[in-house]
């Protein structure tokens, strides 16, 4: 089963890096310590993702963290079969997950859905946020609620 | 409508094209590629090339408009423009900039080009490798998510789940494209017709789209000539007039890690009512349509946002009947499209209108008088464009 494998994906994709801006440091070592936290404008509550340096509803810069459940809804996903990357090779077919987090404004997060990559599920059921480390990095992933 | 508008006050009087390769064939560079098109298009228009004083690209051209003028020994550079993006979102957009100069009087003549040798430069659909990423590809790349097939399959998917939507619609766009590239000796494919079985066996790229699902990859140069409506008057053949054009986005489309609020829209839902209340017109009245296929997909979303059909209707609207010249509904990218002709970003669609209008199209559509243009859907910024004769 792939779900006991260390990783969904093989060795050989690039590592996440947190922004030299420090912009997104606090998500990667949120993810080390196997939280998820997304950003949150400190003035008017509103959740935004990718992270920026402004709010986009009231354009405060004052920006901040907000720790959310890892409860998220299958919003589409796609199975690849083209290797569009060299360590890729040998690994198609896999599932890339875009999953709405219900409890920060039903943002976005991209994943890979764990488990058989034949698995047709359906869209809009329930997953949650599994960690999966890789070095000094760690990856949200998603997995199909119980 | 006020008069501040481009309506019919330019045309496209000219459309150049060096052969259509297949990727890395190209046996020469993309720079002299470029030259070669732009100079059998003011041959087209039967002007000097040398009067050009325009230059209109999109997609971070690499062929720099200052060094294309020097080549070409233009007379005098008095615009030179590029629309932001990659991709082809800015195909309809470079030509409405050229509109907009000839209008302002920046320039008297406009060339609008792009050219590509992928064997000179990089592939589109192969990631490029590293070992660390920041930004917003870090929330993606290790995820496997790299391509735009991905990003529109993604999108694509989640469209057709929303209105109930197989995949029939999706084969009868590539089927279309193919069977017009069969009259179209420019296409990369002419000579190569497709099945529906050779379509249905063909391997997955990514799920919902097959191999013929995607554009190809080529190599070659297309230019259009732009001019105002009263020198298009001396040009050498009928000229094509611009009844609108339309560039942008809709709200937050370009948010980042698949954060677009409005998903599987092709985003076209602000631009299409623009583009229509600048021509005068409706859905109804378009003859033929060349809507960007980079994926298949795509053209079922953007025909529904231009109001071709609802998305509730895509699966009566887009069929294999409805979508081909001659007598189709709406005939859909007549010259083969990026899956068939060529994928010259999109720009060979708009030389493709402009022969529809003028009439001397490989896969003429009866009387064709109006042609629209949608180009680049489900990126940011897509644009549009309404070709009509008078």
Known sequence: ?146 | MSENTIKDKVAIVGVGETTYYKRAQAPVSEFRLACEAILKAADDAGIDVRDIDGISGYANDRNDASRLATALGLKQLSFAGMVWGGGGGGGSAAVGNACAALVAGFAKYVVVFRALAQGQFGRFGQAPVSKDISGPGAYTAPYGLYVPAQWIALRTRRFMHQYGINSEPLAAVALADYYHAQFNPRAVMYGHPLTREEYDKSRWIVEPFHLYDCCMENDGSAALILTTADRARDTRKKPAYVMAAAQGSDYRQGATIENSPDYSASNFKTLAPRLFEMAGITAKDVDCAQIYEHFSGAVMVSLAEHGFCKPEEVMEFVTFENITAPNGKLPVNTSGGNIAECYMHGLELVAEAVRQVRGDSTCQVPDCKISLVASGPMVTPVSDLIVHSL
């Open chain 1, 1 to 146: 089963m792939a779900e006991d494998k260390k990783h969904y994906l093989p060795e050989g994709l690039p590592t996440p890096r947190a922004m030299r801006n420090g912009l997104d440091k606090e998500y990667w070592e949120a993810a080390k310590r196997r939280e998820l936290v997304v950003q949150r404008c400190n003035s008017c509550r509103a959740f935004q993702w990718g992270p920026e340096p402004i709010c986009h509803k009231c354009h405060s810069f004052d920006l901040g963290w907000h720790k959310v459940s890892g409860r998220g809804r299958l919003f589409s996903w796609v199975r690849t079969w083209n290797p569009v990357h060299p360590a890729l090779r040998g690994a198609c077919p896999y599932i890339v997950a875009v999953v709405e987090l219900p409890d920060a404004d039903n943002i976005r997060m991209v994943g890979n859905l764990l488990g058989d990559p034949a698995q047709n599920p359906p869209f809009d059921v329930d997953v949650e946020a599994v960690f999966e480390d890789h070095g000094d990095a760690t990856l949200i992933q998603w997995k199909l609620s119980k």
